[in-house]
């Protein structure tokens, strides 16, 4: 479509000077099209949509349904998801006259750019032509040389370019607001939570790589026949098929964490914030065999690693490498410190001493800790995804996210009354 072919993605309704409207761009297409034939086929086009006879323009009829009816035509032609936008400034005000500015843009090239280049290339020279035809219309409604129906006439002039004027002021504020930083509701105490608590995932992530890896050492070297024998039939089955996600759910989860730590006026994808819910829900488990999460493997690594450990926890030093390997499944982290002590406390209350904690009371805690931060972390965050979404499109200014599909993208001009009425009742 002419739209799309624009270095700009921008045709306006009304042209000004030199500047090609979109009847200017059809009748294009048309004369590529047609060649000579181009002007009787855009009579016939003509004839179809009106009765109106040529005069000042020679094909009014077509112009009338540009301006009136050909952006409700394209919604319902795609079936309410166009890929032609009209942006217009005839709503922005209450009780306007006729149609101040209005443009046809295509979607993808929608953005807070755009709408810059809207302001300098293409609404300052219609202000201006406005200006000019109102000054005219305000010396000819007083002019007593004038026939009453010609000074009416003027009047009547005079007030729709005001109004066009007025809408246009209207128009310029809400690009503007459309442009500027929105910021996300996300204070800096939670930002500083979630910054903290990425390296503690980041922890955990390595320290369940870790185990899953040593699993594998050990199905490796003792076989198969030992792996079931040791653990169940079905053990490596269930970590094997989760592993992978385990491990990039908790990479993913970090890098959300480091995301929301940004400052609030930098946009945040919006599926990252199920993350923290995602933890709970799925990926920590619970230490029960039946569990689906990552601490289902803690019920089998205590069951079999912890005659292996010694007071203090850790293998004895007598120990084959098969045994050293399974006995390190059930040993807590590395880095003890990287766990608040209130959880560690909580899941040792009846302990006396570290060395007297039980097997992989460390990992444990450390999860639990993550999942408490992740719940407080979540209740920061817009449960709706739609709202999410939108945010993440406005943060930085109006940056439409195609992935997002039409409804969201749009949804910031429908409320700032720039779209036509059609877009709100057909396609959001």
């Known amino acids: ?98 149609e ?14 755009m709408l810059d280049r809207l302001t300098s290339k293409y609404l300052e020279p219609r202000k201006a032509e406005l200006r000019e035809r109102r000054s005219t219309a305000n010396r000819r409604r007083s002019d007593d040389s004038l026939s009453t129906s010609e000074q009416a006439e003027a009047a009547e002039k005079y007030e729709r370019c005001t109004s066009g004027l007025n809408q246009i002021s209207v128009f310029e504020d809400v690009i503007q607001e459309l442009g500027s930083t929105n910021k996300r509701n996300f204070d800096d105490e939670d930002r500083q939570r979630v910054e903290k608590l990425a390296p503690k995932i980041a922890s955990f992530r390595e320290e369940t790589r870790k185990r899953v890896d040593t699993l594998a050492e050990l199905r490796e070297r003792r076989g198969e026949k030992w792996f079931k024998n040791t653990f169940s039939d079905k053990f490596w089955e269930a970590v094997d098929e989760w592993r992978d996600e385990w ?66 926890g850790q293998p004895f030093e007598n120990l084959t490498e098969d045994e050293r390997l399974l006995a390190s499944l059930a040993t807590g982290l590395d880095d003890s410190s990287i766990v608040n002590t209130e959880y560690l406390e909580a899941m040792t209350e009846d302990e006396e001493s570290v060395g007297d904690l039980p097997p992989l009371a460390e990992f444990k805690a450390l999860a639990q ?14 449960s709706d995804w739609a709202v999410r979404a939108l945010s993440e499109i406005t943060t930085a200014g109006y940056q439409p996210n195609r992935d997002h599909g039409v409804e969201i993208n749009i949804t910031p001009l429908v409320d700032a009354n720039i779209v036509p009425k059609i877009v709100g009742k057909q396609v959001i």
């Not at 940004?262 to 933890?279: G, I, Q, R, T």
């Not at 800790?369 to 817009?382: G, L, N, S, T, Y």
Request: glycine share 6%.
């Open 369 to 382: 800790e993550i999942d408490d931060r992740c719940q407080a972390v979540e209740k920061e965050i817009p």
């Open 247 to 312: 491990i990039d759910a908790l990479e993913e989860l970090e890098r959300a964490c480091m995301e929301y730590a940004k400052p609030v006026d930098k946009p945040v994808e919006s599926h990252l914030a199920d993350l923290f819910n995602y933890f709970h829900w799925r990926l920590k488990g619970s230490d029960h065999y039946s569990s689906t999460g990552i601490l289902f493997m803690t019920y089998y690594f205590e069951r079999e690693g912890t005659d292996l450990l010694d007071d203090d």
């Open 1 to 98: 479509m002419s739209v799309q072919e624009e270095d700009d993605g921008i045709i306006p309704l009304y042209g000004v000077d030199e500047q090609p409207d979109m009847l200017d761009c059809i009748i294009n297409c048309f004369e590529e099209t047609y060649g000579e034939e181009a002007q009787d086929r855009l009579v016939e086009v003509d004839d179809v949509l009106g009765t109106v006879s040529a005069g000042e323009e020679a094909y009014p009829n077509l112009r009338a349904f540009i301006e009136d009816h050909l952006f409700d035509y394209h919604v319902n032609t795609m079936n309410s998801t166009p890929i032609v936008w009209k942006l217009t400034t005839e709503r922005t005000i209450a009780d306007s006259t006729d």
């Open 100 to 113: 101040g500015f209005a443009c046809f843009v295509d979607y993808h090239s929608l953005n807070s750019g």
